[in-house]
């Protein structure tokens, strides 16, 4: 629809000038509560709400009587507050998204009323809302204008202290609205969609809602939270769209659906942030805390902790796409080894079916004879086999007719409601079901198959879109469509712990809930500088959503300007690799030869970048420990340790990797940047030179075999202290730790195993 600046419906994305028989929507305001009380733990307000009228002048329609709805109102714990509302729909209590921590227990509230206020405070005495009844001291002079509409006036407390205001009178005058409180969106007669805002201040920021290409702040933009192939990473467009956020004020919003939902983060109004949501609810969690990382954490005990990848999973992962045979495999396999190239994963895309691309789950028999063989040997020799598949199946699959006649598919209903590219559900006949529960057990015993003969890793592909024009056992398509993310992980991290006691996926769609299910990685960015740059971006904002383990593809997925051929240049080779270095997993794939041996002027470099990596091991392991319990990721953006610090919530090309290390990837052939160090005491990785904290570096410049990283002063870096081809050559009682203080002299100088 075309913009028309007419405040509020801009965001609404209705247009107000059709006319009612068409259709059109009719907006419904919350007005000032009318009645209170308790409910179980809770309590529950009865908010009436008033139609407006059908034009760009926001007004009561008074000729259409109020409909009343509750407000549920729920605390768990002080630092966790429920606000919800179903307009003729009923809130659900649990879902796939949720997974609450067993010492999350909903405490009980009271309230205490008087004629112009009504408190809610929990069972410490603790206020945790405030609904103002009172009228607005206004000074009559003029009559020119009628008086404000009556809106609902609440302010939250997630925590007893942290305010967060419902946006009651964002207008110019009274019929001139940008923001509106609360309010639902009636179509055909039936509440069709919800909406909410909150105040924003003047300098408040805001962070995460998923994996977001943009920059730190995300203040001024508006987000569709619609899961879709990315294609790339320097777009809107995204395939992991989580809805929560950050704000620097130190609160944290989830909002509990699947359903399509926008956010306008200080945008449509600069002092709004506004939610709409394609159905007739809100349930929303308020969650208020001291720092980023608590927050991230109380988010966390709604929606789940991950576990710690295998140990195997943090080495390199070598792949393109595709390799097409045993012999490939092999030959690449050998050549690494022999050539001193350490490495823990080789991963085959799409090239191991009958057919490229035709995922049927099986080996193609003439050119991997014998799979069990196959796969036993690479492990012999220290490799772990990763292979790719996606949840569509085509008409020509071996069990297409299989997966029609028992319902496993989403069965097509004729319309014609998808988007997409040449690698989206367009291509194939239908999409694995996974709310129903016999398809998902149906799927677990395909990968079960493939498990049981070695393989360690399912690459979940795709999974951000499905057949919207199909119909699915348990859930609408327009509410899968975001959640189908979490349920196609879950089912393969299942199997895979259950088969192997390894719990890995390698992922990338997202939705709230799919962290529990690690790795994901950051889609086809461009084998390019800007494509490494909205890597990064992507990386801190999903780390700022809840994600605490994150790759990305190595260097980049596809070519530019060819998609396919393009010359992948030295210097981005081994600047995306040093970034890779420093990120929880590494893996190699794009369109074309990803190899480091055909890359022979930089070679001996990527070795020792990938020896560094082994080396570093003891000490990311230990920083993924800590992303199971903590809100913290393994990449983390400068704010979770500088909230103060205004800089940093600005800053999208560097960031904390793990506790103690400061990176800064070099994302230019200048070999020079500007470098931002935070407070505290810094010690240059690679050289030893000593840093003082909160100051900008200028035009820092790092040679090729170095780039700009940082370590805090007086950590106790634990290292591995010998060379070797694999994880599984590993023995982690022969740890050895590295005091960075003044007698350091650069890593290169103290492990004396990397040439």
């Not at 393109?320 to 495999?329: A, G, H, I, L, Q």
């Not at 994901?520 to 809840?546: F, I, N, V």
């Not at 074309?592 to 990311?620: G, H, M, Q, V």
């Not at 990283?709 to 007086?714: A, H, P, T, Y």
């Given at each position: ?339 001193d190239f350490p490495c823990d994963v080789i991963h085959l895309d799409t090239g191991w079916f009958k057919t490229d691309w035709l995922c049927e789950w099986k080996f193609n028999s003439e050119r991997f004879p014998d799979p069990e063989r196959f796969v036993s040997n690479l492990k012999k020799n220290g490799y772990r086999v990763s292979l790719w598949q996606m949840p569509y199946i085509s008409e020509q699959a071996e069990q297409y007719e299989e997966a029609k006649n028992e319902n496993y598919i989403g069965t097509l209903n004729g319309q014609v409601l998808q988007g997409g590219s040449n690698f989206s559900t367009l291509d194939y006949a239908g999409t694995i079901d996974f709310t129903n529960p016999k398809a998902v057990e149906w799927y677990k015993d395909l990968l079960r198959k493939l498990l049981k003969m070695g393989v360690a890793c399912i690459k979940t592909d795709f999974g951000e879109e499905i057949h919207l024009d199909a119909d699915y056992q348990n ?281």
């Amino acid at each position: 629809m075309k913009l028309t600046n007419h405040q509020f419906f801009d965001f609404l994305d209705f247009d107000t000038n059709l006319p009612l028989e068409q259709g059109i929507s009719r907006l419904w305001k919350a007005c000032k509560p009318i009645a209170i009380n308790q409910s179980d733990l809770g309590i529950v307000l009865t908010v009436p709400f008033q139609c407006q009228l059908l034009s760009n002048e926001i007004a009561p329609d008074t000729s259409v009587e109020q409909k009343n709805y509750q407000v549920c109102l729920q605390a768990f714990g002080s630092k966790i507050l429920r606000v919800s509302i179903g307009f003729d729909k009923e809130i659900m209590q649990t879902s796939d998204m949720l997974d609450i921590a067993s010492d999350v227990k909903e405490t009980k509230l009271s309230f205490e009323k008087s004629q112009e206020v009504w408190v809610v405070k929990d069972a410490d005495g603790v206020k945790r809302a405030v609904f103002n009844l009172s009228d607005s001291e206004i000074d009559y002079w003029s009559d020119l204008l009628p008086n404000p509409e009556e809106s609902m006036e609440a302010t939250f407390y997630p925590d007893g202290k942290k305010e967060v205001v419902v946006s009651a009178y964002d207008q110019f005058f009274p019929n001139r609205m940008d923001a509106m409180c609360l309010s639902f969106i009636e179509k055909n007669g039936k509440p069709n969609k919800a909406s909410i805002s909150f105040h924003a201040k003047a300098d408040e920021k805001f962070v995460g809602t998923g994996e977001r290409f943009s920059k730190m702040d995300l203040s001024g933009h508006t987000f569709q939270l619609k899961n879709q192939d990315g294609q790339g990473v320097n777009n809107k467009r995204t395939y992991k769209n989580i809805p929560f956020y950050l704000s620097s004020e130190m609160y944290g919003m989830f909002l509990h659906t699947s359903s399509y939902c926008k956010f306008s983060m200080a945008d449509f109004s600069t002092r709004s942030v506004q939610l709409l949501v394609e159905e007739p609810i809100l349930d929303i969690f308020l969650i208020g805390e001291d720092t980023p990382e608590k927050i991230i954490y109380q988010y966390k005990k709604l929606t789940g902790f991950p576990v710690v990848p295998p140990l195997w999973s943090f080495g390199v992962w070598m792949s393109k796409m595709t390799y097409f045979s045993e012999d490939e495999v092999n030959e690449i396999c050998d050549r690494l080894r022999n050539e001193d190239f350490p490495c823990d994963v080789i991963h085959l895309d799409t090239g191991w079916f009958k057919t490229d691309w035709l995922c049927e789950w099986k080996f193609n028999s003439e050119r991997f004879p014998d799979p069990e063989r196959f796969v036993s040997n690479l492990k012999k020799n220290g490799y772990r086999v990763s292979l790719w598949q996606m949840p569509y199946i085509s008409e020509q699959a071996e069990q297409y007719e299989e997966a029609k006649n028992e319902n496993y598919i989403g069965t097509l209903n004729g319309q014609v409601l998808q988007g997409g590219s040449n690698f989206s559900t367009l291509d194939y006949a239908g999409t694995i079901d996974f709310t129903n529960p016999k398809a998902v057990e149906w799927y677990k015993d395909l990968l079960r198959k493939l498990l049981k003969m070695g393989v360690a890793c399912i690459k979940t592909d795709f999974g951000e879109e499905i057949h919207l024009d199909a119909d699915y056992q348990n859930m609408a398509p327009e509410f899968l469509n975001n959640l189908y993310a979490l349920l196609y992980q879950k089912a393969a991290f299942e199997v895979t712990q259950e088969v192997s006691g390894e719990g890995v996926v390698w992922a990338r769609a997202g939705w709230a809930g799919c962290q529990r299910y690690p790795i994901h990685w950051g889609g086809d960015a461009a084998a390019s500088w800007d494509g490494m740059a909205g890597s990064l971006k992507g990386g801190l904002h999903l780390g700022l959503s809840g994600f605490g383990f994150w790759s990305h593809d190595v260097p980049g997925f596809h070519g530019v300007p060819n998609f396919m051929n393009s010359i992948i240049p030295d210097d981005l080779y081994v600047r995306w690799t040093q970034f890779g270095v420093f990120t929880s997993h590494i893996r190699y794939h794009g369109t074309s030869k990803r190899e480091p041996y055909y890359y022979p002027k930089i070679a001996s470099t990527i070795r020792k970048w990938w020896k560094l990596r082994y080396a570093l091991l003891p000490y990311i392991i230990k920083q993924g420990e800590k992303t199971t319990s903590t809100g913290f990721p393994v990449l983390r953006a400068l704010l979770m340790h500088h909230q103060d610090d205004k800089m940093c919530w600005h800053l999208d090309d560097q960031y904390y990797f793990g506790d103690d290390f400061l990176i800064a990837p070099m994302m230019n052939s200048e070999n020079k940047r500007d470098v931002y160090l935070p407070e505290g005491n810094w010690i240059n990785f690679f050289t030893g030179e000593y840093f003082k904290g909160q100051q900008w570096l200028k035009s820092f410049e790092a040679p090729m075999q170095d780039m700009p990283v940082w370590i805090k002063q007086n950590t106790i870096l634990p290292i591995y202290p010998e060379a070797v081809n694999c994880t599984d050559e590993m023995d982690m009682n022969k740890v050895a730790q590295i005091k960075i203080d003044k007698s350091f002299k650069g890593i290169w100088n103290h492990i004396d195993f990397i040439e």
